[in-house]
């Protein structure tokens, strides 16, 4: 129960913090947001313990370090680096704690399955079509990290067809919205400035952290 109550903490606190972006106090906003992941690392805390609670935990502190530093990106380009680089470690972490969720024995719907495949494929191809020309020395950096993100969305896309339940479709909801976060943010940095990005960045950020880890939680109590 404390665990849900932390949850309901974090969309109350995120709705602050999103307001306070939209009408654009930039000081408030700064000071905030490095508690929005606190209250998802102790959700996860005072969960029942779970073959990947560990690694959900580490996810989500990779992802508050990932928090922290971009706070500073405007102070120089290697903040921006640091922070994707933290970021990489995150996705790569839910990456393993998808896989270790994925032991249900679910028939997979193939059609369903290779067609999402192919969107998949095509949203990763055309990022880096629209995008490759313009990352200068980013290039390698961002192709890697589009790389793992794309891999994150995939097993979270068929852990949904395996566990075919509201939690499994938490998880891959989770994962578009963060593959849409980090989508804005490359859109917005490299190719044409957005409007209300820095608003439609976290919304979807956020919305992400929460389907992930709700979703994630939820596979686990029914175990």
């Not at 129960?1 to 602050?16: A, E, H, Q, R, V």
């Not at 990352?135 to 961002?142: A, D, N, Q, T």
Request: positive net charge; aromatic residues 20%; contains cysteine.
């Amino acid at each position: 129960m404390k665990n849900k109550l932390i949850l309901k903490g974090y969309i109350g606190f995120s709705i602050i913090y999103l307001l306070i972006t939209l009408f654009e106090y930039e000081k408030f906003a700064w000071y905030l947001k490095p508690f929005l992941i606190v209250f998802l690392l102790l959700a996860v805390y005072f969960s029942a313990k779970f073959d990947s609670k560990k690694f959900l935990l580490s996810a989500l502190f990779f992802s508050w370090i990932g928090d922290n530093i971009l706070l500073f990106a405007d102070r120089g380009e290697l903040y921006f680096i640091l922070g994707l680089v933290a970021f990489l470690l995150s996705h790569l972490i839910y990456i393993i704690v998808f896989k270790k969720q994925l032991e249900s024995n679910n028939p997979i719907n193939k059609t369903t399955y290779w067609s999402g495949v192919c969107v998949i494929l095509i949203y990763f191809a055309s990022m880096i079509f629209t995008l490759f020309p313009k990352l200068g020395p980013l290039k390698i950096p961002v192709l890697v990290y589009a790389m793992v993100i794309t891999t994150m969305l995939y097993f979270a896309f068929k852990g949904s067809l395996k566990w075919n339940n509201n939690a499994g479709n938490s998880v891959l909801l989770g994962a578009l919205f963060f593959v849409s976060s980090d989508s804005i943010l490359a859109f917005n940095k490299f190719y044409s400035p957005i409007p209300l990005n820095s608003f439609l960045i976290m919304a979807t950020y956020i919305a992400a952290q929460y389907f992930i880890v709700n979703g994630i939680l939820n596979l686990n109590e029914k175990k």
